[in-house]
């Protein structure tokens, strides 16, 4: 998953998640939209790969969680 720019990105995704508060206030996909638009780190990447990465991504966090700057905990 090394060349996933979701899960090489993460930190800054839970970052977005958390915004200031002490708990996540926005889910993964929503975060990954203000992440995505935010960074550009998708332009002129397949629509399809950056779509199974964003998939692969999703079942990588399924059922984790991370602290504010991206760990697991």
């Known amino acids: 998953m090394v060349e996933n720019i ?3 990105n993460r930190n ?3 970052r977005i998640a958390y915004g200031s508060e002490d708990e ?3 889910d993964w996909q ?3 939209d203000v992440w995505l638009k ?3 780190a998708a332009e002129g990447m397949n629509p ?3 779509a199974q990465q964003r998939s692969d991504f999703l079942r990588y966090v399924q ?3 991370f602290d504010k700057d991206g760990n697991q905990i």
């Open 48 to 50: 399809n790969r950056v």
């Open 24 to 26: 996540p206030n926005k």
């Open 38 to 40: 935010s960074s550009h």
């Open 63 to 65: 059922g984790k969680r």
């Open 12 to 14: 800054a995704i839970v």
């Open 6 to 8: 979701f899960y090489a």
């Open 30 to 32: 929503t975060a990954i």
